[in-house]
């Protein structure tokens, strides 16, 4: 995988706005508590398809790492939150000054303070959203941080399906949410943003490698190669 369209973002990354059939088709996904509704439906008004799909990927392979492993109770309406909202600050609804993975996980924090959910659960998900990308950090610092993190890499890392027995799972899974060209769609975002305004693109950050790969070859077409 390799590279970036000559414009990051006016290729790969569609409209803003995932179709009310296509929301309808993906609403089987969703747990029925009122916050899991609300999250999707901020989701799928603000993000593309392709990210959409990501997102409910990776919680699923959170929700199947957590039974399998059966170690550690992690609340599962707070899971949903905080899978299907992971790449909000992709969007340009919440393209604030600060790097992409602090604009999701404040967004997020604020969809459940509206919705009268402890103080304690938004600081829990608003970890878990702003260090998916820090490895080694993640999966350290607080369980539902670690699965959130974990169902990223089941999403983007075949090493790790095979290492924990997922292949199969995740063929699966894939068959009913197809990819849609995820990485093309949400490295473009990143990058886009980050030409907007360097500073959402700090030092030794994810959004930084994916600009840096940009900057060094703005006219190339494709996949960024750091993704």
């Known amino acids: 995988m390799c590279g970036h369209s000559a414009t990051p973002g ?12 296509a929301q ?9 508590a009122t916050i899991c509704v609300a999250a999707f439906d901020l989701v799928t008004s603000a993000l593309p398809l392709s990210i959409v799909h ?8 959170a929700k199947w790492l957590a039974e399998k ?31 992409f993975e602090v604009e999701g996980a404040d967004a997020a924090a604020q969809l459940l303070r509206g ?3 402890p103080e304690s659960e938004a600081h829990e998900v608003w970890t878990a959203i702003a260090l998916h990308t820090s490895p080694g950090i993640a999966e350290r610092i607080a369980p539902l941080a670690r699965l959130v993190r974990m169902g990223v890499l089941f ?12 292949v199969a799972y995740a063929k699966t899974v894939e068959a009913t949410l197809p990819r849609l060209e995820i990485e093309q769609v949400l490295g473009d975002a990143v990058v886009q943003q980050a030409v907007q305004n360097p500073q959402k693109a700090p030092a030794a ?6 600009f840096k790969s940009y900057l060094e070859n703005p006219e190339w077409k494709g996949i960024n190669r750091v993704f």
């Open 10 to 21: 006016t290729e790969a990354v569609r409209p803003e706005t995932t179709t009310s059939f």
């Open 69 to 99: 492993e059966a170690k550690e109770w992690v609340d599962s309406e707070l899971l949903f939150v905080a899978c299907i909202c992971h790449d909000l600050g992709a969007s340009h609804r919440y393209n604030g000054s600060q790097r």
């Open 115 to 117: 919705y009268g959910r």
């Open 155 to 166: 999403d983007f890392r075949p090493a790790t399906r095979e290492a924990l027995g997922a």
């Open 54 to 61: 990501h997102c409910l990927r990776v919680y699923l392979f």
């Open 24 to 32: 309808s088709e993906l609403r089987a996904y969703v747990p029925s």
């Open 205 to 210: 950050s994810w959004p930084n490698n994916l």
